[in-house]
């Protein structure tokens, strides 16, 4: 939940079926656990990194439906760190906020981190969490207007500006997505997602504006999915979108220079020989990930659902070239 | 002088040895050990912001420190422009301060202010844990053993050496290799920093000099300003640095690097 996690997801599907054999495995690891550790003493055998450990069950029992597990997790982390820890109230509303059955519940929920607020202003957890009930409550303007003001007093957390510019871009305010997930790279420039996810929302943006904006979108979009390439060299998404962004490209060149002449093209550095080849070099690539990746699909279990797109996007083409 | 060629000889009650090194040694590094676990008793975490004011001074400057780190990587011409101006103007008219009224005044006094007081407490302390073992255990080595010559190396020194091995022993003519009892408590004193990394692990607080630098560099902590620093001086060396920034974007060119380094291994 802390700031400056690199692999932030950032609207990637999240692995259900690795969270749920985790969580699978909670009843497990808790009672080995339980079994250790009487509830006095603080230094009980066990090593800070449990304690991760902990947190992560906590989401994946979550995810899965098993909220006695979960409970159990919350309390085994209050009981080490103290029922007021910010982290640990975080976790504690997550959970409510999880279990709760209906609307009058979530409300209650906001009334009570309104509650903690007021106590302590600063309660980072408690902030983002009601940001996130916020939204769930689909009230995405109250959403965006307190997380801008949570960004305010702390601009430094790459996190929250991810979420930012997810409810901007859930709203269709595309460039401000855009702007915010500009901050969230200045903080972690070498995060290849968030690079992936810039290139896409610039794509989409060009897709609905025209002429010279559609243009420099566009180039800017190839800009970020191919730089999310060279930081990670088989990323599937990075991948797709600098297919898609080429071929859009190239065919807006080719209307624009029926219709005008050489206005936009002679501008651009990207002439229809180096977009010909970026297009060939995403193929194959994409080719050889699709093959490597369904053949042992037991690894990439989780991630079924790009692979389906990238196989459906490489067949598409593929029967259009023919 | 020393006769040339002459070894000295000193006859020494072996039990010297027993009774004197050993005991320095044992009680400098059981100190060590000692000191280390009473900072982390008594170290207290820096305070996080209290309000969100305070939360945004104190990362304002941080987002301008990244802006200028990371803008290469990251950031078009224009928008490297509009968030150079933004920063800029608001480091200059102070909006990231906590109370603006206050700007220009000069910084409150630390020992008056509360925050900056418990700041230059937690200092103080680090300093006593040291101070304080260190003056016991010389004043203790002054009353027992001074005076006594406990070691000889096996190998010849020059006669620098003298003033760093025969401390409190106050004979010219004495052959650089013997070693005094406080020169071994000086020599352990600087020497068992290694040790120490052995018995309590690397960042252990019984090694000063790590504890020295980190008072230097506290920007490694969630606070960039020390107590009693004006923050609003450092936002106008941010905003004077930000200015002269050149920015160029790695961003362009992007293409082809991707085409040479990654398409290049394929043949098409």
């Known amino acids: ?86 982290k640990v109230t975080g976790l504690r509303g997550l959970y409510e906020e999880a279990t709760a059955e209906n609307r009058p519940t979530l409300e209650k929920c906001l009334q009570k981190y309104d509650l903690m607020l007021s106590e302590n202003p600063v309660n980072l957890p408690i902030l983002k969490r009601r940001v996130a009930l916020l939204r769930s409550l689909s009230r995405p303007a109250d959403a965006i207007s307190s997380l801008i003001n949570l960004l305010d007093a702390v601009p430094t957390d790459a996190e929250a500006w991810c979420e930012l510019a997810d409810l901007y871009y859930s ?26 996810f810039l290139g896409e929302i610039l794509y989409s943006n060009a897709l609905s504006s025209d002429g010279e904006d559609s243009f420099s979108l566009l180039e800017g979009s190839i800009h970020r999915f191919c730089r999310s390439i060279e930081l990670c060299t088989d990323y599937l998404r990075g991948l797709y979108g600098l297919i898609l962004a080429t071929l859009l490209l190239k065919k807006n060149q080719h209307l624009d220079k029926h219709s005008e002449g050489p206005s936009a093209q002679t501008r651009s550095p990207l002439t229809s020989k180096i977009l010909d080849e970026l297009t060939i070099f995403a193929r194959e690539r994409l080719n050889e990930i699709v093959k490597s990746r369904t053949s042992n699909h037991l690894i990439w279990k989780g991630n079924q659902g790009e692979l389906i797109a990238a196989k459906e996007l490489l067949d598409r083409l593929d029967s259009s070239t023919l | 002088m020393a006769l040339q ?38 170290n207290n975490p820096p305070k996080p912001a209290s309000t969100l004011a305070e939360s945004r001074e104190r990362l304002g400057l941080i987002r301008g420190v990244n802006l200028r780190n990371n803008c290469h990587a990251v950031l078009s011409k224009e928008s490297f422009e509009m968030r150079k101006n933004y920063l800029v103007s608001a480091y200059q008219s102070g909006a990231f301060l906590k109370d603006p009224a206050n700007r220009g005044q000069p910084p409150a006094n630390p020992m008056t202010d509360p925050a900056g007081m418990e700041a230059m407490m937690g200092m103080m302390k680090g300093n006593m844990m040291m101070m304080i073992p260190q003056t016991l255990i010389m004043s203790w080595i002054n009353a027992f053993f001074s005076g006594f010559v406990i070691l000889k190396l096996p190998f010849p020194l020059t006669i620098r050496f003298k003033s760093m ?5 106050m004979t010219r003519d004495l052959d650089v290799r013997w070693v005094s009892s406080l020169s071994w408590y000086f020599l352990n004193l600087f020497g068992l920093q290694s040790v120490f990394g052995f018995i309590l692990g690397s960042d252990n607080a019984a090694s000063h000099m790590s504890q020295q630098m980190a008072s230097m560099n506290p920007a490694a902590g969630i606070n960039p300003f020390q107590p009693g620093q004006d923050p609003d001086k450092l936002y106008q060396n941010e905003a004077e640095n930000l200015e002269v920034m050149e920015h160029f974007c790695i961003l362009d060119g992007v293409e082809e690097r991707v085409l040479r380094h990654y398409a290049g291994r394929k043949s098409y």
């Open chain 1, 1 to 86: 939940m802390q700031t400056n996690t690199p692999d932030l997801e950032v609207a990637n599907g999240s692995n259900l079926v690795a969270a749920f054999h985790l969580a699978q495995r909670a009843p497990l690891i808790l009672r080995r656990q339980g079994n250790m550790i009487p509830h006095t003493s603080v230094n009980s055998g066990k090593n800070p990194e449990d304690y991760g450990v902990i947190e992560q069950l906590l989401f994946s029992c979550l995810q899965s439906g098993d909220d006695k597990s979960a409970l159990l997790c919350t309390e085994e982390l209050a009981a080490r760190f103290g029922v007021t820890d910010e």
């Open chain 1, 171 to 196: 709203q269709g305010m595309s460039s401000q997505a855009a702007f915010c997930l500009e901050e969230a790279l200045l903080i972690v420039p070498n995060a290849w997602n968030i690079h992936a």
């Open chain 2, 5 to 42: 060629g002459v070894e000295q000889t000193i006859l020494r009650d072996p039990a010297l040895f027993y009774w004197i090194v050993f005991p320095i040694t044992i009680v400098m590094i059981l100190t060590g050990i000692l000191r280390h676990y009473a900072t982390v008793l008594m």
């Open chain 2, 165 to 169: 091995l025969q401390s409190g022993v």
